[in-house]
């Protein structure tokens, strides 16, 4: 027999099996208030280069990434685009208490989401006053990110910036209990530009770069790291 639910694409057991929650917002919910939270959530599968939302369009959903990873950038008005972030397993998006996502939100892999309709998941949130708190915990950390953004935008080197954000990553992956030497790198070089204000050709030559010192090694699916210290050095410079 078939062990999942054909409404929700998760085992019997529902939220309670999720990989993720643990360390996502619902971690903080009981085996009771995870079966209701359950039976207002819907399981999506988004193909890579897929948009979860557009920026400005009604946020009419809340997503809860549970596989994958999602860019997350601003369209500026000369046409360029502005990466703000990539979001993780675990992450969740349309949070912002406004009536129009303040950003967009596209698959860079495969990415497999819970999707709750937007007003029944504030009346679930208004009535946990414990969720609430973990959600205002994840915002501090969302808000953090983003401060994080600006520094690495602001009077760095290009090294300084591939540093930091390869360690950034590094430590997001261990959040999700992927620790390794090796951080996974799904996103583009152009992707990757984008998000440190540099060119993709900067982002190639400073990673050869590194390579070269025997900071890193450029393997296909990211780099691995062979001196966190010197990253270290060079992030906190």
């Known amino acids: 027999m078939d062990k999942t639910d054909c409404r929700h694409g998760r ?10 929650r643990l360390f996502s917002v619902c971690g903080v919910l009981e085996p009771a208030e995870l079966d209701d939270l359950d039976q207002l959530s819907h399981v999506k599968i988004f193909a890579p280069k897929t948009m979860l939302f557009d920026q400005d369009a009604l946020a009419g959903s809340v997503f809860n990434v549970t596989e994958g990873i999602v860019r997350l950038y601003k369209s500026l008005p000369d046409g360029r685009r502005q990466i703000v972030g990539f979001a993780l397993p675990g992450d969740f998006l349309g949070l912002a208490l406004m009536d129009r996502y303040g950003m967009a939100a596209e698959a860079v892999t495969q990415v497999k989401v819970c999707r709750f309709a937007r007003p029944a998941f504030v009346t ?8 609430l708190r973990r959600l205002h915990e994840f915002a501090g950390h969302e808000l953090s990110l983003a401060q994080d ?5 602001g009077r760095r080197t290009a090294e300084e910036k591939v540093a930091a954000f390869l360690l950034n990553l590094q430590t997001r992956y261990g959040r999700i209990g992927a620790t390794s030497v090796t951080v996974p790198l799904p ?4 992707d990757i530009a984008d998000y440190l204000g540099l060119t993709i050709e900067t982002v190639s030559r400073t990673l050869t770069k590194l390579a070269k010192e025997k900071v890193l090694v450029v393997v296909p699916d990211g780099v691995r790291l ?3 210290e010197r990253l270290d050095q060079l992030a906190a410079a």
């Open 11 to 20: 085992g019997l057991n529902g939220c309670d099996d999720c990989k993720v």
């Open 124 to 131: 679930y949130v208004d009535g946990k006053p414990h969720l």
């Open 149 to 153: 953004q600006m520094l690495l935008l």
């Open 187 to 190: 996103m583009s070089r152009q």
């Open 226 to 228: 062979l001196s966190v």
